[in-house]
């Protein structure tokens, strides 16, 4: 819902994306991923559970500026753990809730 948006987690094997989605409007709100020339610097010489703990926290940093507080997390079919984990665990630490 609008309220409590959907957190989507998709990775690959080199890369990590996430996106935030309002599923009443099929609207992509939020979106991070290791593919953006803004985060390059911060993500360099990083290992991909490094790079994907700084996804989370992009992502969360980036849906509390628009005023999102709260979300479902969706794995994606993935196992809650590795890369997956390191994303959740850093939109929660930057102030995320789900």
């Known amino acids: 819902t609008a309220e409590r948006p959907r957190l989507v987690v998709y990775r690959s094997l080199s890369n990590v994306y996430a996106q935030i989605i309002d599923d009443s409007k099929g609207v992509t709100l939020v979106s991070a991923s290791t593919l953006e020339?803004?985060?390059?610097?911060?993500?360099?010489?990083?290992?991909?559970?490094?790079?994907?703990y700084i996804i989370g926290e992009t992502i969360a940093k980036r849906a509390i500026d628009k005023k999102i507080n709260q979300v479902v997390f969706d794995r994606g079919g993935y196992i809650y753990t590795g890369r997956v984990k390191n994303v959740s665990d850093g939109a929660r630490a930057a102030g995320l809730q789900f």
Request: net charge positive.
């Open 37 to 52: 020339k803004a985060l390059a610097s911060k993500l360099k010489d990083k290992t991909k559970q490094e790079q994907a």
